[in-house]
Nanobody
Framework: QLQIVESGGGFVQPGGSLTLSCATS????????IGWFRQAPGNEREGVSA????????YYADSVRGRFTVSRHNADSVIYLRMTNLSSEDAGTYYC????????????????????WGQGTQVTVSS
């Protein structure tokens, strides 16, 4: 069975850092893409970062490039999203998702590219 579990969300002050984790099981990660998405209240869900299980290619939305880093350590089934210099614009519920690999940044950062979603972990940025 497929399993996707996000964790690591919480409260952080502006300018702070937070690392999210996406634990996966039930499938061969190398055959899938991993995407990170977020949704703030009243806003549409947006892609923030993604990683190709095939070759390790990484993709970032312009709004987070240089501040967020998606990574996978060796053959671990856990994907991380390290977030730095957080602001209120980064607040929301973060979701990890998996799907069959596609091609190109636009595909990797599109909700429609993913078939399986975790339940989300909330990130609150506040003083």
């Amino acid at each position: 069975q497929l399993q996707i579990v996000e964790s690591g969300g919480g409260f952080v002050q502006p300018g702070g850092s937070l690392t999210l984790s996406c634990a996966t099981s039930g499938f061969t990660l190398e055959n899938f893409a991993i995407g990170w998405f977020r949704q703030a209240p009243g806003n549409e869900r947006e892609g923030v970062s993604a990683l190709s299980g095939r070759d390790g290619s990484r993709y970032y939305a312009d709004s987070v490039r240089g501040r967020f880093t998606v990574s996978r350590h060796n053959a671990d089934s856990v994907i991380y999203l390290r977030m730095t210099n957080l602001s209120s614009e980064d607040a929301g519920t973060y979701y990890c998702a998996t799907g069959r690999r596609g091609y190109g940044e636009a595909w990797y950062l599109s909700q429609n590219s993913y078939d399986y979603w975790g339940q989300g972990t909330q990130v609150t940025v506040s003083s």
